[in-house]
């Protein structure tokens, strides 16, 4: 199975500073032939269910705010949001799909310094 | 405006059954590949069953493989989980997540707001 650890496990940004959560695989995600990464992002707030943000590793779901971005290839992977709103205090979650099984990261809870 | 609402969960004993169901709306239900995933605080999130927009193509996780059943009725919009032989393992909130195509190996595009299924004595 392809291990997803994401780092830090938790995270406090300042309002209207930039956060990066990092996930790494334990092996390459990439599919050469397509040239796409299979890594998505989730946001999970308190009592909801996960939210797409990011697929593709890099490709911003529909109605997700630009100052979500999603970076990396391969094995290692960004999750960067530029300027943190107080909407944005969740846990994160990174998840491969190259793969059978399907793995997730542990998540990273990220608040508000 | 897609909705996913699971339904089933409860108490459970070790060795019992359940059938969890998802019924969805604001889509067409019969393209997409849709996906039971459970959380659990110690284990976080783990895939544990897909069928493809057909029914014709199916996944399970190694830890519930012949224990749990996945289908879908196309006709009804309705995703279903029969859950068998429960363990105490098996405690969790299942959520019911849609594909963003047929094909049932992809990311997840939208969740419903999930069901508890607590299996103690």
């Known amino acids: 199975d392809i291990v997803m650890t994401q780092s830090p496990d938790s995270l406090a940004v300042s309002l209207g500073e930039r956060a990066t959560i990092s996930c790494k695989s334990s092996?390459?995600?990439?599919?050469?032939?397509?040239?796409?990464?299979?890594l998505a992002w989730y946001q999970q707030k308190p009592g909801q269910p996960p939210k797409l943000l990011i697929y593709?590793?890099?490709a911003r779901e529909s109605g997700v705010p630009d100052r979500f971005s999603g970076s990396g290839s391969g094995t290692d992977f960004t999750l960067t949001i530029s300027s943190l709103q107080a909407e944005d205090v969740a846990v994160y979650y990174c998840h491969q799909y190259y793969s059978t099984p399907n793995t997730f990261g542990q998540g990273t809870k990220l608040e508000i310094k | 405006e897609v909705q996913l609402l699971e339904s089933g969960g409860g108490l459970v004993q070790p060795g019992g059954s359940l059938r969890l169901s998802c019924a969805a709306s604001?889509?067409?239900?019969?393209?997409?590949?849709m996906t039971w995933v459970r959380q659990t605080p110690g284990k976080g999130l783990e895939r544990v069953s897909a069928?493809?927009?057909?029914?014709?193509?199916?996944y399970y996780a190694d830890s519930v493989k012949g224990r749990f059943t996945i289908s879908r009725d196309n006709s009804k919009n309705t995703l279903n989980l029969q859950m068998n032989t429960l363990r105490a393992e098996d405690t969790a909130v299942y959520y019911c997540?849609?594909?963003?195509?047929?094909?049932?190996?992809?990311?997840?595009?939208?969740w419903g707001q999930g069901t508890l299924v607590t299996v103690s004595s």
């Open positions: 593709w590793a890099s």
């Open positions: 069928i493809s927009n057909s029914g014709g193509s199916t």
């Open positions: 604001g889509f067409t239900f019969s393209n997409y590949a």
């Open positions: 092996q390459s995600i990439l599919y050469s032939s397509g040239n796409k990464n299979y």
């Open positions: 997540a849609k594909g963003p195509s047929g094909y049932y190996g992809e990311y997840f595009d939208f």
